[in-house]
């Protein structure tokens, strides 16, 4: 039913630039709040940021690389991630809900995330 399906990722060089989709069936996402998250291997799940039909948040070590925006024609969201570090290496999630939040659990739905991996 509700389906949220993350695209882009890959191998990229470090200081390179990578853009992510997530793009939603069965949801709308102009009515609902969409953050992105990610996962390194043997870590925890981390905020990286969420967009709302208000504003952008952003967590500190992402703000200025990275920028959130949307498609509401396409009901797609996108995730700009520039100036690549090797500590950006994760899968990156995309997740949906009410409202904008830094937490995982106020988030309803998730997609299958992709990964991002950046070689130095």
């Known amino acids: 039913q509700v389906q949220l399906v993350e695209s882009g990722g890959g191998l990229v060089q470090a200081g390179g630039s990578l853009r992510l989709s997530c793009a939603a069936s069965g949801f709308t996402f102009s009515t609902n709040a969409v953050g992105w998250f990610r996962q390194a291997p043997g870590e925890e799940r981390e905020f990286v940021g969420f967009?709302?039909?208000?504003?952008?948040y952003y967590t500190d070590s992402v703000k200025g690389r990275f920028a959130i925006s949307g498609d509401n024609a396409k009901n797609t969201v996108y995730l700009q991630m520039n100036s690549l570090k090797p500590s950006d290496t994760a899968v990156y999630y995309c997740?949906?809900?009410?409202?904008?939040?830094?937490?995982?659990?106020?988030?309803?739905?998730w997609g299958q995330g992709t990964q991002v991996t950046v070689s130095s």
């Open positions: 967009i709302t039909r208000f504003n952008t």
């Open positions: 997740a949906a809900g009410k409202y904008g939040s830094l937490a995982t659990a106020m988030y309803d739905y």
